[in-house]
């Protein structure tokens, strides 16, 4: 079982930056391919960024690509996604997911575990 928890969410405005973490506890992170994903208001859940178990190998939704990156570091079982150039539509509830391998993240959506959530509101 991996436990997860976010951090880093609040209000910003249009074009800043905020940096999101999620710590990992259980079993060994570094074995799991991690993830973002977000869910604004009446929206379906949205898949953003995943890196692999290594983080040589890193993947974003288009909508994301150029301003948001993800990150980790292992020896801190945490996983970061660095975001710049906020815009409103990056307003959404935003969570750490985790799964064996990338694939699932990206192109079904899915994952094994998940966090609970940390707001991010953009305001214009």
């Known amino acids: 079982q991996v436990q997860l928890v976010e951090s880093g969410g609040g209000l910003v405005q249009a074009g800043g930056s905020l940096r999101l973490s999620c710590t990992a506890s259980?079993?060994?992170?570094?074995?799991?391919?991690m993830g973002w994903f977000r869910q604004a208001p009446g929206k379906e859940r949205e898949y953003v960024a995943a890196i692999d178990w290594s983080g040589g190998d890193t993947y974003y939704a288009d909508s994301v690509k150029g301003r948001f990156t993800i990150s980790r570091d292992n020896a801190k079982s945490t996983v970061y996604l660095q975001m710049n150039s906020l815009k409103p539509e990056d307003t959404a509830v935003y969570y750490c997911?985790?799964?064996?391998?990338?694939?699932?993240?990206?192109?079904?959506?899915?994952?094994?575990?998940w966090g609970q959530g940390t707001q991010v509101t953009v305001s214009s």
């Open positions: 997911a985790g799964s064996l391998v990338t694939s699932k993240m990206r192109q079904l959506g899915e994952a094994d575990y």
């Open positions: 259980g079993r060994t992170f570094s074995s799991y391919a």
